[in-house]
Protein backbone atom coordinates (compact mmCIF):
# COMPACT_ATOMS: atom_id res chain seq x y z
CA UNK A 1 0.00 0.00 0.00
CA UNK A 2 2.65 2.05 0.67
CA UNK A 3 3.65 4.64 -2.39
CA UNK A 4 -0.01 4.58 -3.90
CA UNK A 5 -2.82 7.68 -3.93
CA UNK A 6 -4.60 5.37 -1.45
CA UNK A 7 -2.26 5.81 1.19
CA UNK A 8 -2.09 9.48 1.13
CA UNK A 9 -5.65 9.28 1.26
CA UNK A 10 -5.74 7.13 4.17
CA UNK A 11 -3.21 9.12 6.40
CA UNK A 12 -5.68 12.60 5.57
CA UNK A 13 -8.79 10.54 6.76
CA UNK A 14 -6.90 9.97 10.06
CA UNK A 15 -5.61 13.56 10.34
CA UNK A 16 -9.61 14.64 9.73
CA UNK A 17 -10.70 11.83 12.57
CA UNK A 18 -8.04 13.49 14.66
CA UNK A 19 -8.83 17.17 14.37
CA UNK A 20 -13.13 15.79 14.87
CA UNK A 21 -11.84 13.66 17.93
CA UNK A 22 -10.40 17.13 19.42
CA UNK A 23 -6.23 16.11 18.60
CA UNK A 24 -4.65 18.64 16.24
CA UNK A 25 -1.42 18.36 17.27
CA UNK A 26 -1.72 14.37 16.16
CA UNK A 27 -3.75 15.16 13.42
CA UNK A 28 -1.20 17.85 12.11
CA UNK A 29 2.17 15.02 12.54
CA UNK A 30 -0.75 12.90 10.73
CA UNK A 31 -0.37 15.42 7.62
CA UNK A 32 3.35 16.08 8.04
CA UNK A 33 3.23 12.23 7.33
CA UNK A 34 1.32 12.74 4.55
CA UNK A 35 3.65 15.17 3.03
CA UNK A 36 7.15 12.84 3.79
CA UNK A 37 4.90 9.92 2.08
CA UNK A 38 4.06 12.36 -0.72
CA UNK A 39 7.58 13.72 -1.04
CA UNK A 40 8.64 10.16 -1.26
CA UNK A 41 6.66 8.61 -4.05
CA UNK A 42 7.00 12.21 -5.97
CA UNK A 43 4.41 14.66 -6.02
CA UNK A 44 6.14 17.51 -5.61
CA UNK A 45 7.44 16.74 -8.54
CA UNK A 46 6.29 18.54 -12.28
CA UNK A 47 5.54 16.19 -13.78
CA UNK A 48 4.01 14.59 -11.47
CA UNK A 49 5.06 10.61 -12.58
CA UNK A 50 2.11 7.94 -12.47
CA UNK A 51 0.55 6.88 -9.29
CA UNK A 52 -0.19 3.14 -8.57
CA UNK A 53 -3.57 2.65 -7.10
CA UNK A 54 -4.82 0.00 -4.70
CA UNK A 55 -8.51 0.47 -5.56
CA UNK A 56 -9.13 1.73 -9.47
CA UNK A 57 -12.52 3.08 -8.46
CA UNK A 58 -10.91 5.79 -6.52
CA UNK A 59 -11.01 8.77 -8.25
CA UNK A 60 -8.83 11.19 -6.43
CA UNK A 61 -7.17 14.04 -8.58
CA UNK A 62 -3.46 13.74 -7.31
CA UNK A 63 -2.94 17.55 -7.63
CA UNK A 64 -5.88 18.24 -5.78
CA UNK A 65 -4.44 15.49 -2.73
CA UNK A 66 -1.45 17.70 -2.47
CA UNK A 67 -3.08 20.77 -2.32
CA UNK A 68 -5.35 19.38 0.62
CA UNK A 69 -2.42 17.97 2.35
CA UNK A 70 -0.44 21.25 2.10
CA UNK A 71 -3.69 23.33 2.85
CA UNK A 72 -4.17 21.16 5.96
CA UNK A 73 -0.67 21.47 7.37
CA UNK A 74 -0.91 25.19 6.99
CA UNK A 75 -4.17 25.67 8.74
CA UNK A 76 -2.78 23.18 11.74
CA UNK A 77 0.16 24.80 11.62
CA UNK A 78 -1.29 28.57 11.87
CA UNK A 79 -3.73 27.00 14.56
CA UNK A 80 -0.85 25.86 16.43
CA UNK A 81 1.57 28.84 16.15
CA UNK A 82 4.37 25.38 14.89
CA UNK A 83 6.90 26.39 12.08
CA UNK A 84 6.36 25.45 8.49
CA UNK A 85 7.66 22.06 6.95
CA UNK A 86 7.90 23.23 3.51
CA UNK A 87 10.37 25.59 1.84
CA UNK A 88 7.96 28.90 0.92
CA UNK A 89 8.73 27.92 -3.08
CA UNK A 90 6.81 24.77 -2.98
CA UNK A 91 3.46 26.84 -1.80
CA UNK A 92 2.87 27.36 -5.64
CA UNK A 93 0.91 24.61 -7.48
CA UNK A 94 2.62 22.28 -10.13
CA UNK A 95 2.38 23.59 -13.39
CA UNK A 96 -0.33 20.39 -14.53
CA UNK A 97 -2.48 21.83 -11.23
CA UNK A 98 -4.89 23.81 -13.40
CA UNK A 99 -5.13 21.29 -16.72
CA UNK A 100 -7.69 19.37 -14.79
CA UNK A 101 -10.33 22.35 -13.78
CA UNK A 102 -10.60 20.89 -10.20
CA UNK A 103 -8.78 23.39 -8.62
CA UNK A 104 -9.56 27.05 -8.91
CA UNK A 105 -7.29 29.68 -8.72
CA UNK A 106 -8.65 31.87 -6.00
CA UNK A 107 -7.97 28.72 -3.73
CA UNK A 108 -4.31 28.96 -4.33
CA UNK A 109 -4.38 32.82 -3.69
CA UNK A 110 -5.96 32.49 -0.94
CA UNK A 111 -4.04 29.45 0.92
CA UNK A 112 -0.91 31.91 -0.71
CA UNK A 113 -1.74 35.03 1.06
CA UNK A 114 -2.83 33.92 3.76
CA UNK A 115 -0.78 35.91 6.86
CA UNK A 116 1.40 34.07 8.94
CA UNK A 117 3.70 34.81 11.46
CA UNK A 118 7.42 33.63 10.74
CA UNK A 119 6.72 33.41 6.95
Known amino acids: MRGTIDNL?????EGEYKINCGNPRRAWADYRRAITVAHLT???RSPM???KRINPGLDE???FVWF??????RYLRLSLGL???LPAERKRPPS?????????????DDLLHTPAPGD
Open 9 to 13: TCIML
Open 83 to 85: PPL
Open 68 to 73: RINYMN
Open 49 to 51: PQL
Open 61 to 63: NPA
Open 42 to 44: GFH
Open 96 to 108: HAHDSGDLERADW
